[in-house]
């Protein structure tokens, strides 16, 4: 058996969780104080993701970067290719909040939006 611990941020709790594994499986989560913490716990040792936040260079426009973020969250493991396709990203003003930067970022599926806007000189 196979014991992993963890520290839950599907709250601002915080709650030290503990995860019983067993053979790649997941046999039981303890520790949380609420049932956001089993599913993160679950999901965390067996498929991480995150959500990506960043900035995006602007051309032409009142701003010379815009912050951005993936839509939904991502694999952890395709965090740095994520990085590299939004480092390369340049975008013209104007940009509104929400607007997709970059469509299926590193092949997930997933979009990445404006969360800040740039209006044109």
């Given at each position: 058996m196979e014991i992993k611990e963890l520290i839950c941020i599907g709250c601002p709790l915080g709650c030290s969780l503990k995860v019983e594994m067993e053979n790649g499986q997941v046999k039981s989560v303890s520790g949380n104080t609420?049932?956001?913490g089993d599913a993160y716990a679950r999901k965390e040792v067996v498929n991480p993701t995150r959500i990506v936040t960043s900035t995006v260079k602007v051309t032409n426009g009142d701003r010379p970067y815009i912050s951005v973020k993936t839509k939904t969250d991502i694999p952890k493991s395709k965090i740095f290719e994520c990085?590299?396709?939004i480092n390369n990203a340049v975008v013209e003003a104007p940009?509104?909040?929400g607007d997709v930067i970059i469509e299926d970022v590193a092949n997930t599926g997933v979009s990445v939006i404006a969360t800040r806007n740039?209006?044109?000189n």
């Open positions: 609420c049932p956001r990085m590299k396709e940009v509104s909040i740039a209006f044109a």
